[in-house]
């Protein structure tokens, strides 16, 4: 048996998981949010408005808001994270825009990775989140187009907020 043949029978399966997701972001106190699974996005997206760049102690970060439920206007968390980048981003409908760069810990299912978000308003679309391929492929994902929540449903996502009172606005 060759070296390569080897190397196939000893990987380890891919997880699969669905064309949507429910995922987590602990340091953004985002217990729940879904996103869509999108291979022809290179990188993860998540809705955000009243951006906010700043410094502190001499390291750059960002401040910004986001409604993480879908048809939930009411619910907003307040998040802070430190900038990772800031850069060119080629949206779906082939527009360019400059979006603020975010790395925090990603929790799929078992799975946590650190993942690149970049922050851009997601308030016309159906989906909160974009999950791309850069992500998929760090976690060791493949995605059955065919199939919804693999890794797990929320049927409340809401409750999950309501432990969040110090970060949502009344």
Not at 14 to 19: A, M
Not at 39 to 63: E, N
Not at 87 to 100: A, F, L
Request: hydrophobic share 35%.
């Amino acid at each position: 048996m060759t070296d390569l043949k080897k190397t196939k029978k000893m990987r380890k399966p891919k997880t699969l998981i669905g064309w949507e997701e429910w995922c987590a972001f602990p340091d953004l106190g985002l217990p729940a949010i879904k996103a869509k699974v999108d291979t022809g996005a290179k990188t993860s997206a998540i809705h955000a408005y009243d951006i906010k760049p700043f410094t502190k102690d001499g390291q750059k970060f960002v401040r910004f808001k986001i409604h993480p439920l879908q048809k939930n206007q009411t619910l907003e968390i307040e998040c802070t994270a430190p900038l990772a980048d800031h850069r060119n981003v080629t949206s779906s409908n082939g527009e360019r825009e400059k979006r603020y760069v975010i790395k925090t810990p990603l929790v799929l299912g078992d799975k946590i990775i650190k993942t690149e978000l970049t922050l851009t308003s997601r308030h016309k679309m159906a989906f909160r989140m974009l999950l791309g391929r850069d992500a998929i492929c760090k976690a060791k994902l493949a995605v059955d187009p065919a199939k919804s929540f693999l890794l797990g449903k929320i049927k409340d996502s809401a409750e999950l907020y309501k432990n969040n009172h110090e970060r949502t606005n009344p």
